[in-house]
């Protein structure tokens, strides 16, 4: 039982050496990981992904569903399928909204505030330095 158990942890450990090696998205996840998220952030990006993957597998399993039930095109069966696509749209764009609005601040202010993101070096060329509240100043 240990050993097949050990066995398959292997195996799952090569598939993940295999996805840090050939998949950027995994790699940038994985980047990812890094920046310091709140609870609340973790859950909203959970919750995202989670929206966004239930929306696709809804979708496709409608998708399949109508194509056994009528193998020829039908406007009615074309109407599912386009209302399905759509609530994936509108799932991706409500990620999209969550992902910018966590990201992009860490991105552009750095994880641990102001003073390490990629506005830093403009900053530091206009000699712009925050005063004690964080308003900055010249």
Known sequence: ?????????????KGIRIGFREDLYFRIQVAMAYLQLSVVEWL???TAIGLVLTAEFL????EELCDMLKGTHDLHVARIKDLAAGAVLCASLCALVI???IFLPKFLHGPYGSDLG????????????PDEHGTPRR
Not at 1 to 13: E, N, Y
């Open 118 to 129: 990629l506005t830093c070096k403009r900053a530091r060329l206009l000699k712009i330095r």
């Open 44 to 46: 909203f990006v959970f």
């Open 99 to 101: 992902g910018l609005s």
């Open 59 to 62: 979708n496709t399993a409608l």
């Open 1 to 13: 039982m240990l050993k097949r158990t050990l066995h398959s942890f292997s195996h799952a450990m």
